[in-house]
Every structure is written in structure tokens, then in C-alpha cells.
T-cell receptor, first 112, second 115 residues
Framework: GQQLNQSPQSMFIQEGEDVSMNCTSSSIFNTWLWYKQDPGEGPVLLIALYKAGELTSNGRLTAQFGITRKDSFLNISASIPSDVGIYFCAGQALIYGNKRVFGAGTILRVKS | EAGVTQFPSHSVIEKGQTVTLRCDPISGHDNLYWYRRVMGKEIKFLLHFVKESKQDESGMPNNRFLAERTGGTYSTLKVQPAELEDSGVYFC?????????????FGPGTRLTVL
């Protein structure tokens, strides 16, 4: 089945630093999504991307849909303590039955 | 408006026992999804309901898992008998419309531990 390789697995950064994480696959997707899971909560959608090459921002978050349709990245600028959590990427395509395929997550910890 | 709720939040059972997880979607959402995350791994799709019908159950691991959504409202996921490898966090999500642009709202999950 389709698999997403998400990296890094975890990050421990200083408050104020920028963060970059990415997701790659050998499969092509038509939609890329980024979620954040806070402790004790379910994942919450941060950004959705629908076109190859698309670059979308949401506050301090920026995500891009790779040109090859096989990858995506998420950047967080000027990290703050509340950015702590697990970030998941997900891909979706009609040819895979429109099921969302998730990565294993990137754990982000922020030192203040 | 209430979000997706799941019950229980935690369940610890012994191998061979039965457990039933419940999900209450956001009111008016016809689409309901079950996912599972085994520790440290990816979130995996289990199945998708549209109202009370199973639209896609291709992710269900085996016939020890039974999902129902009577009346198209809340859903239950029963594991019988539970095995050690069933441990993980089970998430439920709901959305208004299916497809690539729908926003799926996730519940907080049920953490299942099988000893």
C-alpha cells in the first residue's frame, strides 16, 4: 500500500527558531495535508494543499505541495512553546480510494 | 457546537476479552471514519461510514473487528477477542462531505491497551 516517510522523527529546538519537516512517498497524491496533534487531543488540520507546486501559509506556518506530487514540506517560523506536539502529514488521491494515508509523525519539542 | 467525542478515553483489557469503543460525530456529519495509531507508527485508516452504510472497510485488520453505525448517528467499534497487537490509539473523525476537500474533525481518541 501507499506509505509516507516523514522526517525528522523528532525535534528539540530553542524557542524562536524556525522548524522544517517533510514528507516523501513513492506514490503520487493529489492532495497533501498537514495536521497537528496536541497531547490528549485528536489531530487538527493545519493546512491543505491541492495543486502541485502550491505554496500556502497559515500564520507562521508555510507548506508546499511538491512538483512531483510525491512530497510536501511544512515550515514553522519563530517557534513558540505552544507549537509543541506531533505533526502529521497525509496524502490523498482518488486512485487510492480517497483514503487518507498518514505519516508516522514528527514530534516537536520547544525549549523556552 | 460539540466536537467529535469518544468513549472511553482509556481502556485496559486482557488478551481474549472484548472491548467496545464508541464515537459520537459532530451533529449533521454523514461521514464517519475510524483510524488507528499503533505507538510511534502512522495513523492508519480502518473504515468509512456514510450515514449507516459502510462505504469502505478495506482497512479493517481482520474479522475480530466489527464496526456499526445504527441509525447513522454514533458508531461503535468492537474488538472480540482482543489480541496484544490491537493495542493503540483509536481515532474517530467525522465530516460533512466526503472527498479530497472535506475537513475531517478528529476526536481525542481511545487509548486501548491489551495485556
Amino acid at each position: 500500500g501507499q506509505q509516507l516517510n516523514q522526517s525528522p522523527q523528532s525535534m528539540f529546538i530553542q524557542e524562536g527558531e524556525d522548524v522544517s519537516m517533510n514528507c516523501t512517498s513513492s506514490s503520487i497524491f493529489n492532495t497533501w495535508l498537514w495536521y497537528k496533534q496536541d497531547p490528549g487531543e485528536g489531530p487538527v488540520l493545519l493546512i491543505a494543499l491541492y495543486k502541485a507546486g502550491e505554496l500556502t501559509s497559515n500564520g507562521r506556518l508555510t507548506a508546499q505541495f511538491g512538483i512531483t506530487r510525491k512530497d510536501s514540506f511544512l515550515n514553522i517560523s519563530a517557534s513558540i512553546p505552544s507549537d509543541v506536539g506531533i505533526y502529521f502529514c497525509a496524502g490523498q488521491a482518488l486512485i487510492y480510494g480517497n483514503k487518507r494515508v498518514f505519516g508516522a509523525g514528527t514530534i516537536l519539542r520547544v525549549k523556552s | 457546537e460539540a466536537g467529535v467525542t469518544q468513549f472511553p478515553s482509556h481502556s485496559v483489557i486482557e488478551k481474549g476479552q472484548t472491548v467496545t469503543l464508541r464515537c459520537d460525530p459532530i451533529s449533521g456529519h454523514d461521514n464517519l471514519y475510524w483510524y488507528r495509531r499503533v505507538m510511534g507508527k502512522e495513523i492508519k485508516f480502518l473504515l468509512h461510514f456514510v450515514k449507516e452504510s459502510k462505504q469502505d472497510e478495506s482497512g479493517m485488520p481482520n474479522n475480530r473487528f466489527l464496526a456499526e453505525r445504527t441509525g447513522g448517528t454514533y458508531s461503535t467499534l468492537k474488538v472480540q477477542p482482543a489480541e496484544l497487537e490491537d493495542s493503540g490509539v483509536y481515532f474517530c473523525a467525522s465530516s460533512q462531505d466526503p472527498g479530497t476537500t472535506d475537513t475531517q474533525y478528529f476526536g481525542p481518541g481511545t487509548r486501548l491497551t491489551v495485556l
